[in-house]
């Protein structure tokens, strides 16, 4: 049996510097590496939209999927507004 979370053992950040995708400095890069050399971003993005279900905005730090927090809850309403309107 495998675990639901196998894809993290294949993404680019995972023996990366953490400060990366958590300080201004490295923001640039740490999206780089997401958008540019990242095979499991759909499943880093999936997984993130579902840890911060509920999250306000002004709680989602740091890069992940290549994008920052404030990128990640407009796609989370975003999402949620497409949901609505095709129920």
Not at 15 to 37: M, V, Y
């Amino acid at each position: 049996m495998t675990a639901v979370r196998d894809w993290e053992t294949l993404s680019a950040c995972r023996h990366r510097d953490p400060d990366l995708w958590f300080s201004n400095r490295g923001r640039a890069r740490a999206k780089a590496i997401c958008l540019g050399e990242c095979l499991v971003r759909d499943e880093c993005l999936a997984a993130v939209l579902a840890r911060e279900d509920g999250v306000a905005k002004s709680y989602r730090e740091g890069i992940a999927a290549g994008l920052t927090g404030a990128q990640r809850w407009r796609l989370a309403r975003q999402q949620v507004a497409t949901k609505v309107r095709t129920e």
